[in-house]
């Protein structure tokens, strides 16, 4: 039986070791501005998923993948000395997706902004294909008036 409780503190204390570790000892010239978005621990606390984001280009992404890869043994000791557990886990980079998400999410939004716009102005000009009040009222007799 797993404690998700338990591996949820670790992923948050994981993720806060890493990112100060990256910030204050790995000295990789090849290192990015990476930012730590996320950790992921297994039920049995042996695995451990880091994802990350890293600002610029595609060759600053591929070069920071590989600062990661090399700083992972130091990054698990530092986790394994702040955490205390047992076991260390072993530490997966993973580069996060959400950004790219993000960005295709933004296009689509201005996509469907410049069609509402189009469908608004078309809009504006535009007559009844019938009667201006389509629903027909019922007859009214003259006597009824009268009365």
Do not use: C, H, W
Request: no cysteine.
């Amino acid at each position: 039986m797993t404690d998700t409780a338990r591996a949820r503190k670790l992923a948050d204390r994981i993720q806060v070791v890493v990112a100060q570790t990256l910030e204050r000892r790995i000295k990789d010239p090849r290192l990015g501005f990476v930012t730590i978005t996320d950790t992921r621990v297994t039920g049995d606390l042996r695995e451990a998923t880091v994802f990350y984001t890293v600002f610029g280009d595609e060759t600053e992404r591929e070069a920071t993948a590989a600062a990661l890869e090399s700083a992972k043994g130091v990054l698990r000791s530092e986790v394994g000395k702040q955490t205390g557990v047992r076991f260390t886990p072993s530490l997966t980079f993973v580069a996060d997706a959400l950004p790219d998400n993000a960005r295709q999410i933004d296009d689509l939004l201005d996509k469907v902004r410049v069609s509402d716009a189009a469908v608004r102005t078309a809009a504006a000009g535009a007559q009844y294909a019938g009667e201006a009040d389509p629903y027909k009222a019922p007859a009214r007799d003259d006597a009824d008036e009268d009365e």
